[in-house]
Antibody, heavy 120, light 107 residues
């Protein structure tokens, strides 16, 4: 079955860069959009951005200056880098399959979530 | 950005009750809405996409409707395992955005 396995640190210092990876199994990363979404504790969901296996990206304008996503089709994984971290970036970060506009657009598979705390 | 406004923010109902959650978009988005269920400590789970299409494996007591700016998620007969927070999400424009959530509790 399709599984998304997240990896990365749970504690990051202010002004450093968060790096998370999402490894996909049970499905080729090709021909699908892949997204990162975050959720501060007790709050709602915020879409960070998406990447297509060609490397094409779309980012949320609220984070665009600090976000970079990449994909490694040989390893069937995609990654998130978020720089210039502050306490406001403390959240659970999810990877998910999806990010299309229109059509049958939805996030149908999700990673387990990585709680990230920004603190010195 | 397209704003998605959910109501109510919370609802308490009894097992067997019909529960309705609404989501209003700040502009017309055709039928490009999805609904998710999130239980505490877990990732969201897709219930409905394209406003009314039931995701495979989701119980038929869940249904969605609407188009344009107004959308509805209905649980026809509330079950104990439906205690969760529900989110709508628009897929019409970037950035993709979610509603603020509706917490469903069992009386």
């Amino acid at each position: 079955q399709v599984q998304l396995q997240q990896s990365g640190p749970g504690l990051v210092k202010p002004w450093e860069t968060l790096s998370l990876t999402c490894t996909v199994s049970g499905l080729s990363i090709d021909n699908n959009y892949w997204s990162w979404i975050r959720q501060p504790a007790g709050k709602g969901l915020e879409w960070i951005g998406r990447i297509y296996p060609t490397g094409s990206t779309n980012y949320n304008p609220s984070l665009k200056s600090r976000v970079a996503m990449s994909v490694d089709t040989t390893k069937n994984l995609f990654s998130l880098n978020l720089s210039g971290l502050t306490a406001a970036d403390t959240a659970i970060y999810f990877c998910a399959k999806g990010g299309m506009r229109r059509g049958d657009a939805a996030f149908d598979y999700w990673g387990q979530g990585t709680p990230v705390t920004v603190s010195s | 950005d397209i704003q998605m406004t959910q109501s109510p923010s919370s609802v308490s109902a009894s097992v067997g009750d019909r529960v309705t959650i609404t989501c209003r978009a700040s502009q017309g988005i055709n039928t490009w809405v999805a609904w998710y269920q999130q239980r505490p400590g877990t990732a969201p789970k897709l219930l409905i996409y394209a406003a009314s299409t039931l995701q495979s494996g989701v119980p038929s007591r869940f249904s969605g409707s609407g188009s344009g700016t107004d959308f509805t998620l209905t649980i026809s007969s509330l079950q104990p395992e439906d205690s969760a927070t529900y989110y709508c999400q628009q897929a019409d424009g970037f950035p993709l955005t979610f509603g603020g959530g509706t917490k469903v509790e069992i009386k």
